[in-house]
């Protein structure tokens, strides 16, 4: 299993302001996921964050709006850029277990942006 | 079209009752299905994970079906408790495995929001 934590645990944000938040995973692991979960929708992967390159991002979603840091194995970043109240969401970091069946998610990051 | 369908969108039932959730998708090819419950303002946590070949798979008083052919899952819970509040997701893994990663491609329904009351 793994343990994710995640910061800020909630944060109310200025349009216009950029946060950046946190994920931190008690084991390494290759990859790590970052995805927004907006009021009453599905989850919705961002993108994938690699260590030691550059992260790859879904359809929609783009590195200058959505920059992630990737610094070691157990560690990411996701800054969400120049916000906009449509940016309020939960944003949720996650890793796949071992042989990749197993999903974890952290408790996630409730963001408004007024 | 990729997409997984969940219903009812809420319930409302009362403690210790049974109740069933349902699970409709369209994905292909399919890799494997899974139940999530995600509490209010917590992250999703894995109830069940389900490949193609298993019918049933129990996980204490939470019990999932799929059915391959039909392309439906459905979530019961039995002897439902307070605690059980929370939203049910439906999450279908399209093969390859390897898309994007060690997750694969996943599919997120929206979820059922479950209360139960005393």
């Known amino acids: 299993s793994a343990v994710i934590s995640q910061k800020p645990s909630r944060d109310i944000c200025q349009r216009g302001t950029s946060l950046t938040i946190q994920c931190q995973v008690d084991s390494q692991v290759t990859m790590m996921f970052w995805y927004r979960q907006q009021p009453g929708q599905s989850l919705t992967l961002i993108a994938t964050a690699n260590q030691g390159s550059e992260a790859t991002y879904e359809s929609g979603f783009v590195i200058d709006k959505f920059p992630i840091s990737r610094p070691n194995l157990t560690f990411s970043t996701l800054t969400v850029s120049n916000m906009s109240p449509e940016d309020s969401s939960i944003y949720l970091c996650?890793?796949?277990?071992?042989?990749?069946?197993?999903?974890?998610f952290g408790p996630g990051t409730r963001l408004t942006v007024t | 079209k990729n997409q997984v369908e969940q219903s009812p969108q809420s319930l409302i039932i009362l403690e210790g009752k049974n109740c069933t959730l349902q699970c409709n998708y369209t994905v292909s090819p399919f890799s494997n299905l899974r139940w999530y419950k995600q509490d209010t303002g917590r992250g999703p946590v894995s109830l069940t994970i389900?490949?193609?070949?298993?019918n049933t798979k129990s996980n204490g008083r939470y019990t999932a079906t799929l059915d391959a052919d039909t392309k439906q899952s459905s979530l019961h819970i039995t002897a439902s408790q307070l605690s059980d509040s929370a939203s049910y997701i439906c999450v279908v893994i399209q093969s390859p495995m390897n898309y994007g990663g060690s997750q694969g491609n996943l599919i997120f329904g929206k979820g059922t929001k479950l209360s139960v009351k005393p």
């Open positions: 996650s890793v796949g277990g071992v042989e990749g069946y197993e999903q974890y």
């Open positions: 389900m490949t193609f070949s298993e």
